[in-house]
């Protein structure tokens, strides 16, 4: 047990790509935490959805052993977040396990949206900021004014602002003393009930639930009975340690140590990440504050491919949760997509990356239909409802209001891009609030934008119309009534409820129009005309046909290689796997999201 | 064989189609070619000549090696390009097989002959050595579609080689075209089959060009040439079907007219599941229950049979319900179909049966099953490749 005047515990936060991982991998070879051997890149990216997309997705704890230049040694426990918008909830999560954060910012980009909105979460969660520049190898890099714009959100002066490269390793000697310097170490009470809070899990096939926890007061000895003060479970704690980031077993974790506790409970929803672990005996009764619930932004119905795999996708959705506690869900039933589950994100790259996890931590195969933002709908007998999916949308005659979700959007840009961003958000029905100056040469813009207008491919449009410099963060505000239909898309005369969506009214003959010419590129030609529509309330405001197949036959002469022509085919019914039938129609997969990924 | 008056029976008889089934044909590949076609696919080779005496005692070696089985009623010689191989080559081969097998009197001998290489005297030379039937790539009339298919004849070339053909004494000739090349129009095309009526020949296969894999015309249509248009192919085809039947041709495979008597012997028998030997590289054939297949590389398959051995690549026993599922995969692309049977069983029983049945791509009638959109005949053949013995 590390007494308390000996612990650090930090978070790393900075936007997207600014090297959070890679400074990790500094600090991580600094103090001898992994070997040479063992190094590789962002070493703290472990998922392959990580490696692959080179980004980090889920936070990372590790432990490490720093002798400080006073000859005392310390114990850091370091927290590598994610810089993305749709993972913040992973980043307020690590905070609160944390006395102080390191706000890296790239020399060369500038304060970016999301370091904005990390650092002002750090500061509201009254943690010590060490600011920092990153990448001052590029050529590039201006820490001067980076350093400038740095000082001005967080306070201090540019000359505080540590310069580093992550690349190089310059600056990181200078940065574990300022670690030991500047982080508050943590004040439990060591004689207190045991409180600790339960900050991240996931699920092991063979031990059950592990839970990754950082201990506030008291002490947590190996073996003793705890009790989670939420769910009210009471387990052993079969094993409790350290993260090396390897897993190795501790007899003990004292106030504000971070460590893992596996206590063998394999039922996953006696386990809530944000609860708070006691002892069975004389435990503490007043829990730890723990974390709001998140609020999902988009919402998207998740349907096995095969009808018979909707039990196998429920445990999969729960096994998931405990990794993803920002993950929400509960059954739906779609006419064309049978059994499934509408669930709640952050944003779509979360969307994208938890239908990937279940299918390949979970081996299935899976429908996702287009996003959606949640409505809410006051009908004319005076009911309230919160509208999730398109098709849940009450007939027209029964609706008295309908309001969608507005949000506060933040964008950062460099002053020239101003009135170009100033169009987009018009054409976006957004309502423009402030601007700022942030140093000399960026401007903040705040605006009040309507959710679903956001959500989708606004990011996308922003970046192309500023070559990539301004960056975007956004919070719920509040709700507005706004004049919305429902757009239903009938297949073959079929309305298909897995591909209605709610629009403007001033957008929605638009929209119809870009959905069935889209749909018609995506349905392959079936053995008969398909006619694609799009329809208000029945009435049709736009029409496509998809042309029937004429010629699906190989020519192969004389009598022909029957093996080889039999793989052919055997191949070619593989490819139509991917297919979902609606109706008589086949349709491919990835139809249910690209369709609706049109601009609005 | 027993079949009905061979001179005017249709080919797309029932009888005639499940008759065959009990034909013993042989098939014997000829790999040799002038220069390789961009669109080929086929186990062949250009400039080896040297091999062709080689390959020749390696065919007759392979032949010895063959089990026993009763006269042939039927033998193909297929490439590659078998008119380039030489009538002494071709005769020394039919001379071996007939001595291994014998042939059975009025049996059907074919080769595949680019018209480039036909002569009279080649003609009259393969007649002495047994052939009866001559297969000629013709390909189209249309000059500019020859020469963007890389040939090497013109339309000229195919009159004559017709008429040598017919003088010399060759009982049934055939052409081969090829449709829907990038460039043809459908104009075009109606004049390619008016020629081939017009020669007034008794078989005419139409394919439509297909982009196979590996091929420098897949690699063209991948840096962005033209590719064949399928619904251009799918008008050009029922152009053919319409003008052929008015000629007196019949339909009796998806890509397969015959004048009444002229139905290829061999590709019935091996359409009707019927068993067959295959010699030369890369060369398939079914027999004793199984399907085979040779390798395919040239001087592989000559050192294989040089040591003695059957040169195969691979086979593959099929029985029971892969059996009944093989019948109608072959079989199905006749325009007789398949008689019924657990398969067809099967078939009518299941959900995409049912589909295409009430589509109209496939009727059930007077026992049979048969495909009545031949350009759609892939679709049901997928369909027939997932049954299993109880329905879907
Ligand atoms: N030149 C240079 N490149 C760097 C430096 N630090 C990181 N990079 C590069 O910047 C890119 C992003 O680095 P990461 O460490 O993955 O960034 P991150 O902040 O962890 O990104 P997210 O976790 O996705 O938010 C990678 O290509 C790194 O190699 C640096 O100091 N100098
Ligand atoms: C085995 S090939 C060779 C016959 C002969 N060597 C010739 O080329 O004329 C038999 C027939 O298949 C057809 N064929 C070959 N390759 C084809 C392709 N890629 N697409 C369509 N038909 C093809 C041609 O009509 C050809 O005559
Ligand atoms: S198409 Fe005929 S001539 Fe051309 S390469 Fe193929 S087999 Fe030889
Ligand atoms: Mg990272």
């Given amino acids: 047990m590390t007494p308390q005047a000996r612990i650090r515990n930090f978070s790393i936060i900075a936007h997207i790509d600014h090297g959070k991982s890679t400074l990790a991998d500094r600090l991580l070879e600094r103090t001898g935490a992994i070997s040479e051997r063992e190094m590789r890149e962002q070493v703290l990216d472990s998922m392959d959805l990580e490696r692959e997309r080179g980004i980090t997705i889920k936070a990372q704890t590790v432990r490490l052993h720093y002798t400080a230049a006073d000859g005392q040694d310390y114990v850091l426990n370091l927290i590598d977040t994610p810089g993305h918008v749709d993972f913040s909830y992973e980043v307020s999560r690590s905070l609160a396990a944390c006395e102080g954060a390191l706000l890296l910012v790239d020399a060369a980009q500038g304060v970016q949206a999301q370091t904005l909105a990390n650092a002002y979460l750090a500061i509201e969660g009254g943690l010590e900021i060490i600011p920092?520049?990153?990448?001052?190898?590029?050529?590039?890099?201006?820490?001067?004014?980076?350093?400038?714009?740095?000082?001005?959100?967080?306070?201090?002066?540019?000359?505080?602002?540590?310069?580093?490269?992550?690349?190089?390793?310059?600056?990181?000697?200078?940065?574990?003393?300022?670690?030991?310097?500047?982080?508050?170490?943590?004040?439990?009470?060591?004689?207190?009930?045991?409180?600790?809070?339960?900050?991240?899990?996931?699920?092991?096939?063979y031990r059950g639930v592990v839970c990754y926890i950082r201990v506030v007061d008291g002490v947590l000895a190996a073996g003793e009975r705890v009790r989670f003060i939420a769910t009210g479970d009471e387990q052993d704690a079969d094993e409790i340690g350290f993260l090396t980031p390897k897993a190795v077993p501790a007899a003990s974790l004292g106030p504000g140590e971070v460590g893992y506790l596996i206590t063998g409970e394999k039922e996953i929803d006696k386990i809530k990440v944000?609860?708070?672990?006691?002892?069975?005996?004389?435990?503490?009764?007043?829990?730890?504050?723990?974390?709001?619930?998140?609020?999902?932004?988009?919402?998207?119905?998740?349907?096995?491919?095969?009808?018979?795999?909707?039990?196998?996708?429920?445990?999969?959705?729960?096994?998931?949760?405990?990794?993803?506690?920002?993950?929400?869900?509960?059954?739906?039933?779609?006419?064309?997509?049978?059994?499934g589950f509408r669930c709640g994100f952050l944003g779509l790259l979360h969307m994208e990356i938890v239908r990937e996890r279940l299918e390949r931590e979970y081996g299935l195969d899976l429908v996702a239909t287009a996003?959606?933002?949640?409505?809410?709908?006051?009908?004319?007998?005076?009911?309230?409802?919160?509208?999730?999916?398109?098709?849940?949308?009450?007939?027209?005659?029964?609706?008295?209001?309908?309001?969608?979700?507005?949000?506060?959007?933040?964008?950062?840009?460099?002053?020239?891009?101003?009135?170009?961003?100033?169009?987009?958000?018009?054409?976006?029905?957004?309502?423009?609030?402030?601007?700022?100056?942030?140093?000399?040469?960026?401007?903040?813009?705040?605006?009040?934008?309507?959710?679903?207008?956001?959500?989708?491919?606004?990011?996308?449009?922003?970046?192309?119309?500023?070559?990539?410099?301004?960056?975007?963060?956004?919070?719920?505000?509040?709700?507005r009534p706004s004049d919305l239909v429902k757009v239903d898309v009938l297949l073959n005369g079929q309305p298909v409820d897995a591909f209605s969506s709610i629009v403007h009214r001033d957008k929605a003959y638009e929209y119809g129009k870009r959905m069935v010419e889209r749909l018609r590129e995506l349905i392959p030609r079936q053995l008969f005309d398909v006619p694609i529509q799009a329809a208000i309330g029945g009435r049709i405001i736009a029409r496509e046909t998809v042309k029937a197949r004429r010629k699906d036959v190989l020519a192969k002469c004389y009598g022909g290689d029957v093996t080889r022509k039999k793989k052919l085919l055997e191949r070619q019914k593989e490819g139509k796997r991917r297919m979902k039938m609606v109706g008589s129609v086949e349709v491919p997969q990835e139809a249910f999201v690209e369709a609706l990924r049109v601009d609005r | 064989m027993s079949t009905a008056d061979p001179t005017t029976v249709r080919p797309d008889s029932p009888e005639l189609a499940d008759s065959a089934a009990s034909a013993a044909t042989?098939?014997?590949?000829?790999?040799?070619?002038?220069?390789?076609?961009?669109?080929?696919?086929?186990?062949?080779?250009?400039?080896?000549?040297?091999?062709?005496?080689?390959?020749?005692?390696?065919?007759?070696?392979?032949?010895?090696?063959?089990?026993?089985?009763?006269?042939?009623?039927?033998?193909?010689?297929?490439?590659?390009?078998?008119?380039?191989?030489?009538?002494?080559?071709?005769?020394?081969?039919?001379?071996?097989?007939?001595?291994?097998?014998?042939?059975?009197?009025?049996?059907?001998?074919?080769?595949?002959?680019?018209?480039?290489?036909?002569?009279?005297?080649?003609?009259?030379?393969?007649?002495?050595?047994?052939?009866?039937?001559?297969?000629?790539?013709?390909?189209?009339?249309?000059?500019?579609?020859?020469?963007?298919?890389?040939?090497?004849?013109?339309?000229?070339?195919?009159?004559?080689?017709?008429?040598?053909?017919?003088?010399?004494?060759?009982?049934?000739?055939?052409?081969?075209?090829?449709?829907?090349?990038?460039?043809?129009?459908?104009?075009?095309w109606r004049e390619t089959v008016e020629a081939a009526?017009?020669?007034?020949?008794?078989?005419?296969?139409?394919?439509?060009?297909?982009?196979?894999?590996?091929?420098?015309?897949?690699?063209?249509?991948?840096?962005?040439?033209?590719?064949?248009?399928p619904d251009l192919q799918a008008d050009q085809y029922e152009l053919a079907a319409e003008l052929l039947a008015a000629a007196g041709y019949v339909r009796y495979e998806v890509s397969n007219w015959a004048r009444p008597g002229h139905a290829c012997l061999y590709n019935l028998a091996v359409w009707a599941q019927g068993e067959y030997e295959a010699f030369g590289n890369g060369a398939h054939g079914f027999r004793h229950g199984a399907r085979f297949r040779n390798i395919r590389r040239l001087d592989a398959y000559l050192q294989r049979v040089e040591e003695g051995e059957l040169p195969r690549a691979g086979e593959e026993p099929v029985s029971g319900w892969d059996a009944e599922l093989d019948r109608m995969f072959v079989g199905l692309r006749r325009a007789a179909g398949v008689a019924d049977g657990p398969g067809v069983e099967a078939f009518l029983g299941s959900e995409e049966g049912r589909r295409l049945l009430e589509l109209g791509v496939v009727e059930h009638a007077r026992g049979r099953l048969r495909v009545t959109q031949p350009l759609l005949t892939d679709a049901v053949e997928r369909a027939v490749l997932s049954l299993t013995p109880r329905g879907p």
């Fill in chain 2, 197 to 229: 009526i017009a020669l007034e020949v008794d078989h005419v296969s139409c394919y439509a060009l297909t982009v196979e894999k590996g091929t420098p015309l897949s690699r063209a249509v991948a840096r962005g040439a033209p590719a064949p248009d």
């Fill in chain 1, 132 to 205: 920092a520049l990153n990448k001052i190898d590029l050529p590039a890099a201006d820490p001067d004014r980076v350093a400038e714009e740095v000082a001005s959100v967080i306070g201090g002066e540019p000359e505080e602002v540590l310069l580093l490269s992550a690349k190089t390793g310059e600056g990181v000697d200078e940065l574990l003393e300022r670690i030991v310097s500047d982080v508050p170490p943590p004040a439990g009470d060591p004689e207190a009930p045991l409180r600790a809070l339960v900050f991240d899990s996931y699920y092991d096939a």
């Fill in chain 1, 371 to 479: 996003p959606s933002v949640a409505y809410r709908v006051t009908t004319t007998d005076g009911q309230e409802l919160e509208v999730r999916s398109p098709q849940d949308l009450p007939e027209p005659a029964k609706i008295a209001e309908i309001a969608e979700p507005y949000v506060r959007a933040m964008i950062l840009t460099p002053a020239e891009y101003v009135g170009t961003i100033m169009e987009l958000v018009q054409s976006r029905r957004g309502e423009m609030g402030s601007m700022n100056y942030v140093g000399t040469e960026r401007v903040e813009m705040d605006y009040q934008l309507p959710l679903a207008e956001v959500v989708f491919d606004f990011f996308d449009q922003l970046k192309s119309r500023t070559r990539g410099y301004a960056s975007l963060d956004y919070e719920p505000a509040g709700y």
């Fill in chain 2, 26 to 188: 042989a098939y014997v590949h000829v790999p040799f070619c002038a220069r390789v076609c961009p669109y080929c696919d086929f186990a062949v080779v250009a400039g080896r000549d040297e091999l062709m005496g080689r390959y020749t005692r390696a065919l007759a070696a392979e032949v010895g090696m063959a089990r026993d089985w009763r006269p042939l009623d039927a033998l193909y010689f297929g490439g590659g390009t078998p008119s380039r191989f030489g009538s002494q080559r071709l005769a020394g081969v039919v001379e071996a097989i007939r001595r291994r097998f014998q042939l059975a009197p009025g049996a059907e001998v074919t080769l595949e002959a680019n018209p480039e290489d036909w002569t009279p005297q080649l003609a009259a030379e393969l007649v002495a050595a047994g052939f009866t039937r001559v297969s000629f790539g013709a390909q189209s009339f249309s000059t500019p579609v020859l020469l963007a298919l890389g040939r090497r004849h013109l339309p000229p070339d195919v009159i004559a080689a017709v008429t040598a053909a017919r003088t010399e004494g060759f009982a049934s000739i055939n052409l081969d075209l090829i449709f829907g090349t990038p460039g043809e129009t459908i104009e075009s």
């Fill in chain 1, 274 to 339: 944000g609860d708070t672990v006691t002892t069975a005996r004389r435990g503490a009764v007043e829990p730890l504050p723990g974390y709001a619930e998140p609020k999902p932004m988009v919402y998207s119905g998740i349907f096995p491919t095969e009808g018979d795999d909707f039990e196998d996708l429920r445990e999969a959705l729960e096994k998931l949760s405990l990794n993803d506690a920002s993950l929400v869900w509960e059954p739906e039933t779609s006419k064309a997509l049978g059994f």
